[in-house]
């Protein structure tokens, strides 16, 4: 397995644009920003700095910024319109984009701590997703992040050849289960399956903004690889399933209040750590719109063969590898 890390990555920890500051405080994801009071309105420059931290840094951090639900709001709308989750809380009527985690020792917190990337339910995934932190607990409750590009690149050739091309089937599985089993609520599930039918996305996604291949299936959502038996769409999801767990492609951010972290839905995944409970946690969220996933071509079969019998060459037949 390639682990190694992503020297062009790293070739410049601190950049400077527009006045605005960005550090970087992870190896393959991970910077903060500095230099921005999110209660005001942005410049253009200075939204079009931060929108490029965004993509090369894939998760960006805001400290120190204790404003309110509707700055939030404006402050995502200034990416794209957001989007309305169908199964989170949220401020209803007024303010249905705005979500609310008010998680304490009457309300648990509920299928959040499960590797993931934002409603791949969706025909058009989100392109990013805006957390801000309220109240949080004394300790605990941290949010995990992954690069699904540094997953993809820790893959090895074979593998990449292999699975560039196919395509998974993602569903809205983990929410089954806030439904009863009431002729009503039957009723309303089979309405929402309606309105959410399972969707195919690519395995590998292509970021629509870096062109870098991502990694694109999540334990919380991707149920099946299309056009493959259950025995073996289970054997390779697990697989890949297995690459967001490698700590050298994690980030793991501590929250403190009025801390924001903003991350690339198209590029990450995160875990939210439920190890605070039953200590209050109060977050809210806005999610910004994304767009049809594109995936990369099929590959040439030849190019396996030829990818193939270039590894035959450096086994030895005795047993071990030619050396280097």
């Not at 190694?4 to 070739?11: K, M, P, S, Y």
């Not at 794209?80 to 007024?94: D, I, Q, R, S, Y």
């Not at 932190?133 to 990449?160: C, N, Y």
């Not at 995936?295 to 030895?316: C, I, Q, T, Y």
């Amino acid at each position: 397995m390639n682990k190694h890390v992503n020297a062009q990555r790293l070739t410049s920890l601190v950049k400077v644009q527009a006045g605005v500051t960005v550090t970087r405080v992870g190896v393959n994801l991970g910077a903060e920003v500095t230099g921005v009071d999110l209660r005001r309105p942005l410049s253009d420059e200075q939204f079009h700095a931060i929108d490029d931290a965004l993509v090369e840094n894939e998760m960006i951090i805001f400290r120190d910024q204790e404003i309110t639900s509707e700055q939030l709001m404006e402050f995502g709308r200034r990416f794209g319109p957001l989007t309305v989750h169908p199964f989170a809380p949220n401020e209803g009527k007024n303010a249905p984009e705005l979500i609310k985690f008010r998680n304490d020792e009457t309300t648990p917190p509920f299928g959040t701590d499960v590797w993931h990337s934002d409603e791949t339910f969706r025909a058009e995934p989100p392109m990013a997703t805006i957390l801000c932190a309220k109240e949080v607990p004394a300790v605990g409750g941290d949010t995990m992040f992954a690069s699904m590009t540094a997953a993809f690149d820790g893959l090895s050739e074979r593998m990449q050849q292999f699975i560039s091309g196919l395509e998974a089937i993602h569903d809205m599985k983990p929410f089954r289960p806030l439904f009863g089993d009431s002729e009503e609520d039957r009723r309303k599930l089979q309405r929402f399956e309606l309105m959410y039918p399972p969707q195919v996305h690519p395995v590998v996604r292509i970021h629509p903004m870096s062109g870098r291949k991502v990694l694109f299936v999540n334990p919380q959502f991707t149920i099946a690889i299309k056009d493959m038996d259950e025995r073996e769409s289970r054997a390779l999801l697990d697989t890949l399933f297995h690459q967001a767990l490698i700590p050298e492609y994690q980030f793991r951010h501590r929250w403190a209040p009025h801390t924001i972290a903003m991350w690339d839905n198209r590029s990450t995944q995160h875990y939210a750590v439920h190890d605070y409970y039953p200590q209050r946690r109060y977050m809210e969220r806005v999610t910004i719109k994304g767009g049809p996933v594109e995936g990369v071509p099929r590959a040439d079969p030849a190019s396996v063969r030829k990818a193939k019998f270039a590894a035959l060459e450096n086994v030895d037949m005795h047993g071990g590898h030619k050396p280097h």
